[in-house]
């Protein structure tokens, strides 16, 4: 072959690799937009970052840019937070780019340091106050003038204790008094002007992640889940050990989502996750645990800490792992789950048992997290949370006489000396009044409380302590290790079945798994790993 030949084979050969390139390596913003019906990509900019980042043709330029490579295609952009109010102008030129652009494009709103100061956290208001109320107003009014969807972030409560309040809450409780005023304000003082103003407007709640706390402070979330037109939930987790942020499990991200999809049905949309009290690992566990609860969006709040901090290198492994996201919401969309019924009955006191829920899914028990107590459930875990329901007694009772298998806390069997619970399908779960303090529960400790709660599905499950177990649909199952150290896990199942490794995340992430027939042997599941079978 002469030079001239082989020069033209390597130039068509380098010809027919740069056609193919971007099918090898899809921009994120490209195949965002293909999936967005799947698994939409949002973020939002506080009124501050509506100032400093977006008021100018270079910060408009950056963040379009910054957006584009994350795969966001849907931004919030804030008109109040903290006392200030974002220019008119600015916000209508930054929506308009951002449009021109091809994102969605919705408003925020922030309602901290309105008008009156609570006595209690400095940042919220006094709800009580009539200059409060007026101010409030004026916030929705100016926002729905400018957006037909807005958000309201997770500071729509209230803790003061002033005398005004005081008065004003007479002989009811103060979460009584809360629900009642906060559930006013939303239909006198949100949804009512903003309407009028703009009838095409629609408004959504974000529920914060602290579940066991929402009426204490005026979040009802059945009254209000009614009242608004969609919800979205507060899905932060944080590291367990940092010593601001830290104290929560990374499960509890699926426990609140799947608890309140229950309860918004159809009105569900989002999580919203932060890199605050974050290192790589825990921001991308955030966003698989928004994703494994069945979010149809998923926001990174906000892009101004993400630009700072722990946030690049946050995002820098959250744009690897995004194409996995797709396909973890492709492969859960809309099947339901099965496994032990955890119902928290809305405005239920915790006691001494704060997110109880959270800490027993991390023991490999797949929980079902429900609102209501149903007798008819295969298996079901009951907390304190359960003397809400009035009922209580003969739903326990009609339980155990049916041989369910339940598991108990020994704080809510210590307030039901009336009810037998020496029985073989009983099990309490010594929680202490600690219960992160199930963290410390051995294999060995573990492993007859999951073999008896995960009998009705014909399954039996061996793995340490914090690992999450997740049975989707009838044909696909979900392990996830949030060890710092590889592992090894076994299932079993009743009858034989046929399996096969659908996805691991992370991407670098490996787990070596194995069929007999009846057992599935997972080996040397790498740390902070998530794998998915399905089986047949």
């Not at 009539?130 to 972030?153: C, P, V, W």
């Not at 722990?310 to 969309?333: M, Y």
């Not at 298996?379 to 155990?400: G, Q, S, T």
């Not at 096969?500 to 992430?509: A, C, Q, S, Y």
Request: with cysteine; hydrophobic share 40%.
């Amino acid at each position: 072959m002469t030079k001239q030949k082989i020069l033209r084979c390597v130039v068509a050969a380098g010809l027919i690799l740069s056609l193919a390139a971007p099918c090898l390596a899809q921009p994120l913003w490209d195949l965002a937009n293909q999936n967005k019906q799947l698994l939409q990509i949002a973020t939002l900019f506080t009124a501050q970052n509506v100032r400093s980042h977006l008021s100018s043709e270079k910060g408009m330029d950056d963040a379009i840019d910054w957006c584009k490579k994350t795969g966001v295609t849907h931004v919030f952009i804030e008109t109040f937070r903290d006392n200030y109010t974002a220019e008119r102008k600015t916000l209508e030129n930054a929506k308009a780019r951002f449009k021109v652009e091809g994102f969605d494009v919705s408003g925020c709103v922030t309602t901290t340091r309105i008008a009156k100061i609570s006595t209690g956290w400095n940042v919220i208001s006094c709800y009580t106050n009539k200059d409060t109320q007026n101010e409030l107003q004026r916030i929705f009014e100016y926002t729905a003038s400018l957006f037909d969807e807005i958000m309201i972030d997770d500071f729509l409560f209230t803790d003061c204790q002033c005398d005004e309040c005081k008065q004003a809450r007479g002989d009811r409780s103060w979460a009584d008094y809360r629900c009642e005023l906060m559930t006013k304000m939303a239909r006198e003082r949100i949804l009512a002007p903003a309407r009028a103003v703009n009838p095409n407007v629609k408004i959504i709640i974000k529920y914060p992640q602290w579940y066991d706390n929402f009426h204490n402070r005026g979040y009802e979330v059945i009254d209000q889940t009614t009242d608004y037109d969609r919800i979205w939930v507060g899905t932060e987790t944080r590291d367990y050990d940092n010593e601001r942020w830290g104290g929560k499990v990374q499960y509890e991200a699926y426990y609140i989502m799947r608890w309140l999809g229950e309860i918004g049905g159809a009105k569900t949309g989002g999580g919203w996750f932060d890199p605050y009290g974050t290192t790589e690992n825990t921001y991308l566990e955030q966003a698989r645990q928004t994703v494994l609860a069945d979010a149809k969006e998923m926001l990174l709040f906000c892009y101004g800490s993400l630009l700072r901090g722990t946030g690049p290198k946050n995002v820098e492994k959250l744009r690897i792992e995004i194409p996995s996201l797709f396909k973890l919401a492709k492969l859960i969309r809309s099947k339901p789950i099965r496994g032990i019924s955890a119902p928290k009955p809305p405005n239920s006191d915790a006691h001494n048992e704060q997110y109880v829920f959270d800490f027993v899914g991390m023991l490999g028990l797949p929980l079902v997290p429900t609102a209501r107590i149903d007798t008819k459930a295969e298996a079901m875990f009951l907390a304190v949370h359960a003397l809400k329901d009035p009922r209580l007694p003969e739903k326990l009772a009609a339980i155990i006489d049916a041989s369910r298998p339940i598991l108990v806390t020994d704080g809510l069997a210590q307030r039901l000396a009336d009810i037998d619970l020496k029985r073989d399908n009983v099990t309490i779960l010594k929680a202490n009044g600690k219960p992160n303090s199930l963290l410390e529960l051995t294999r060995e400790e573990l492993n007859p409380i999951r073999d008896k709660l995960l009998a009705p599905f014909g399954l039996k499950f061996d793995a340490p302590n914090k690992v999450a177990l997740y049975l989707v649909g009838d044909d696909c199952l979900i392990v996830e290790n949030f060890n710092d150290e590889t592992i090894d896990v076994s299932i079993r199942f009743s009858d034989s079945v046929e399996a096969r490794k659908t996805l691991v995340l992370p991407v670098d992430g490996r787990a070596e798994l194995s069929c007999d027939g009846r057992k599935l042997q997972f080996t040397k599941i790498t740390p902070r790993t998530l794998v998915a079978v399905e089986y047949d």
